[in-house]
């Protein structure tokens, strides 16, 4: 018997586990001719092995608030220089708040908004689709219809802009 089509890695952990548990919901429910199997990956390490030892497509998911955007950031590049080939999808708060950034700090994919069936939909299709990967893109997973781009330049910190409400 051969393996499956597409390996989804859950970057997981325990500070922020809702949004995949719901999202795993969201995906039991979704019907689709796609074999694939879930891993839990709770360290880089272990994100690391998953990406290399696996057979087929990788997906790896991520989600996350604000304050560890710039730590998972640096994670993921090591995990990208050690274990290239893998596509890396970011949601939940930051993702869908800052987008761009998101893309910018090295996310292949930044999933905006609820992670109901469509996103999981358009996870899975980011990688089943024939061709590249849906790289560089942000995907609309709930009313907002919106599309960015990375901009591949840095934010400039904000203390570099005058504040709007002095002098
Ligand atoms: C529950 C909660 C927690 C729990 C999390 C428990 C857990 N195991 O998940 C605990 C108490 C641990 C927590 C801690 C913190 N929290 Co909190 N928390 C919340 C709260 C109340 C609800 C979030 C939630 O779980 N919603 C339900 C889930 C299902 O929704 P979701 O995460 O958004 O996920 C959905 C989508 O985003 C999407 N999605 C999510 N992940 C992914 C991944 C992929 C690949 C895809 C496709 C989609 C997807 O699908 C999901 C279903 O629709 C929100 C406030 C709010 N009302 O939203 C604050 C909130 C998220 N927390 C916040 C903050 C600041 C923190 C702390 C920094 C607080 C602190 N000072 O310590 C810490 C950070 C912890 C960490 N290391 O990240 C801020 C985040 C702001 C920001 N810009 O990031 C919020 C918005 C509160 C606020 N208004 O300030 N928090």
Redesign the pocket.
Known sequence: MSGPDLVLILRY???????????LA?LEEHVTGTRYEVVFAESAQATIEAITTRRGRKLV?????????AALAEELATIKEQAPGAVH??????????PVQTLDAGWDVA?V????GR??T??TAAVTRPGSPASSTA?S?GSSRARARRTRSRSAPTGRFPSRTSG
């Open positions: 952990r325990k500070a922020v586990t809702y949004g995949f548990h719901t999202l969201a998911l991520w989600s996350f608030y604000s304050p560890d955007a999808v970011a949601g939940g708060v930051h993702a869908t708040a800052e999933a908004g609820e992670g109901s996103s999981s358009s996870s995907t997973t």
